[in-house]
Nanobody, 122 residues
Framework: QLVESGGGLVQPGGSLRLSCAAS????????IGWFRQAPGKEREGVSC????????YYSDSVKGRFTISRDNAKNTVYLQMNSLKPEDTAVYYC?????????????????WGQGTQVTVSS
């Protein structure tokens, strides 16, 4: 099971840190992806990280503002989001797949969390 937390309401330019905690299995050998879905839009990839913590990917829309990281000792993956914009408003999901290198598409992942709402508004 994957559980996201850390979402909320933040003003433009603010920051949030999302967490994705795993229970029932260890994330050590799993690639992790963060996705988001805004109302009326398709789910899109935001960032992903390899199981080895060596390879990361960011979509162009978040590059330079978001940082993905993992703490295998805590069985948790994080998404630090800075300089948030109204267009970042969405439900954010983490996903896991038992592979080394992360995929960029939702279909690349088997396990999903329930999502956490991020709203960027003044």
């Amino acid at each position: 099971q994957l559980v996201e937390s850390g979402g909320g309401l933040v003003q433009p330019g603010g920051s949030l840190r999302l967490s994705c905690a795993a229970s029932g299995f260890t994330l050590d050998y799993f690639a992790i992806g963060w996705f988001r879905q805004a109302p009326g839009k398709e789910r899109e990839g935001v960032s992903c990280i390899s199981s080895s913590d060596i390879t990361t990917y960011y979509s162009d829309s978040v590059k330079g503002r978001f940082t993905i990281s993992r703490d295998n000792a805590k069985n948790t993956v994080y998404l630090q989001m800075n300089s948030l914009k109204p267009e970042d408003t969405a439900v954010y999901y983490c996903a896991a797949d038992h592979r080394t290198y992360p995929g960029k598409l939702p279909r690349d992942y088997v396990y999903w969390g329930q999502g956490t709402q991020v709203t960027v508004s003044s």
